[in-house]
């Protein structure tokens, strides 16, 4: 997925506390939104959405009668997994985990991410430049750096370079 998202291995991969992020979000959003979180799950459909299954389609009776905000509430309570939380099993080697927050307001959402950040992993092909900048942007933190090498079509920690073994392991904890 290196490859696909990050621009041919230049980019970098954030790592997070999963815990510690979770509380972050329900901290600054629970009070004024709907936040669900969880694992996605993977699963291959067929090409036509089943006729019985109504995450796709908007019954249009039901909208009539109770109008677009508890129409649009409604259907979030009745289909977020399946929305939110499901891809396809192309994508199973991601084991994605996802927040989403369900708000009445347009203005755009953000979080402090705090001491959820404990490590950054490198793409092969990230800059010098760049990694070094990211390092010293980022110190003060005490999180953990990384870079991947790819080798026999497998990503490899990049254990030999000396700028990634600035910090003792701290990794095992995280959850």
């Given at each position: ?41 993977y699963r291959n ?26 129409y649009a509430r ?19 080697d991601e084991t ?80």
């Amino acid at each position: 997925m290196w490859a696909q998202y990050s621009q041919k291995h230049t980019g970098v991969c954030l790592v997070f506390d999963r815990e510690r992020l979770t509380n972050l979000i329900e901290n600054r959003y629970a009070k004024s939104c709907e936040i669900v979180w969880g694992d996605v799950t993977y699963r291959n459909r067929g090409v036509m959405t089943d006729q019985n299954e109504a995450e796709y389609f908007i019954n249009v009776d039901y909208l009539d009668s109770v109008g677009f905000t508890e129409y649009a509430r409604a259907h979030f309570h009745t289909h977020v997994r399946r929305l939110f939380f499901e891809k396809m099993m192309d994508w199973r080697d991601e084991t994605e985990f996802r927040w989403v927050i369900r708000t009445e307001s347009k203005k755009n959402l953000s979080i402090n991410f705090e001491n959820s950040l404990v490590g950054i992993i490198f793409g092969e092909n990230t800059k010098d430049a760049d990694v070094e900048e990211l390092i010293g942007m980022t110190w003060d933190l005490q999180i953990e750096y990384m870079g991947l090498k790819w080798r026999n079509c497998s990503p490899w920690y990049d254990l030999a370079n000396p700028r990634y073994n600035r910090r003792p392991h701290i990794w095992e904890n995280v959850k």
